[in-house]
């Protein structure tokens, strides 16, 4: 898929990619997702599946406080407070951890529920909103969306479609 230069294009790579994800993890069994299966998001790591769903409700959620604050007029800490763009791995742990108490059905109802939000977000913007100022360094809003959003959950299909495969 092309990376989105609309609104319309932005929705619809995050509505098909979102629901490809749901298909894949729509047949994985419960008692599977807090196994250490997949590559994780910090060199040399591993992680569940309920840590993939935590990390997509972890960027998710920022892309959600980076909209408020920006909208509220005040200073967002990108990508997180406490974290510099070169420390993503210890993010992805963070979110991890932050959502580390619910289980899988109940971290894919957050994660349609955040989705869910940020399509309702994106519907609220313009087109020139979203791709017709920078927004962030020389990134538009729209194209920081699509980097937390469409792209992480196709990474997430790709991952889970590997394990699959190879657990066959």
Not at 62 to 75: G, P
Not at 91 to 120: M, P
Not at 145 to 164: C, D, E, H, L
Request: glycine content about 6%; charged content about 25%.
């Amino acid at each position: 898929m092309a990376i989105p230069t609309t609104k319309d294009e932005l929705l619809q790579a995050i509505r098909t990619n979102y629901s490809k994800l749901v298909c894949e993890l729509s047949d994985i069994p419960v008692d599977q997702t807090n196994l250490l299966i997949l590559q994780g998001h910090a060199k040399g790591t591993v992680m569940s599946i309920n840590n993939l769903i935590s990390y997509l409700i972890g960027w998710g959620e920022l892309v959600l406080k980076w909209n408020k604050k920006s909208e509220d007029d005040k200073e967002v800490d990108f990508p997180e407070t406490g974290f510099k763009w070169n420390e993503l791995g210890k993010l992805a742990q963070k979110f991890y951890q932050d959502y580390s108490d619910l289980d899988f059905t109940t971290l894919c109802a957050k994660l349609d529920q955040t989705v869910l939000t940020i399509v309702e977000l994106l519907e609220q913007k313009t087109n020139m909103q979203l791709y017709g100022v920078t927004w962030y360094g020389k990134w538009t809003l729209g194209r920081m969306i699509q980097f937390n959003t469409a792209s992480p959950y196709q990474n997430a299909v790709g991952r889970i479609r590997k394990w699959k495969k190879e657990k066959k």
